[in-house]
Nanobody, 115 residues
Framework: QVQLVESGGGLVQAGGSLKLSCVAS????????MSWYRQAPGKQREFVAF???????NYADSVKGRFTISRDNAKNTVYLQMNSLKPEDTAVYYC?????????WGQGTQVTVSS
């Protein structure tokens, strides 16, 4: 198993930026992909972005062009740079590590975007 700890969430005005971090307890190269998901109040958890061990990335249409996922393998850390934030981005953001057909989850970090 792996422990994942997210940080960097907070309160921000619409149009602002935040950078989330996810630190894993072991090498993120041992996972097929690292991902960010989010869950807004009253809604299902949804995919935001992923990065593979080879550095490939993919984004949900709702965040494409605004969010950037990146990784620092030496620090066992994945990041989510969020720019041009909108109130609809308000959610708990979760980091995940995918391997063996299973996602391991962090505890989540709250992002609140005010209008």
């Amino acid at each position: 198993q792996v422990q994942l700890v997210e940080s960097g969430g907070g309160l921000v005005q619409a149009g602002g930026s935040l950078k989330l971090s996810c630190v894993a307890s072991r090498s993120i190269l041992s996972f097929n992909a690292m991902s960010w998901y989010r869950q807004a109040p009253g809604k299902q958890r949804e995919f935001v972005a992923f990065t593979t061990s080879a550095g490939n990335t993919n984004y949900a249409d709702s965040v494409k062009g605004r969010f950037t996922i990146s990784r620092d393998n030496a620090k066992n850390t994945v990041y989510l740079q969020m720019n041009s934030l909108k109130p609809e981005d308000t959610a708990v953001y979760y980091c995940s590590a995918f391997s063996g057909g299973v996602n391991s989850w962090g505890q989540g970090t709250q992002v609140t975007v005010s209008s």
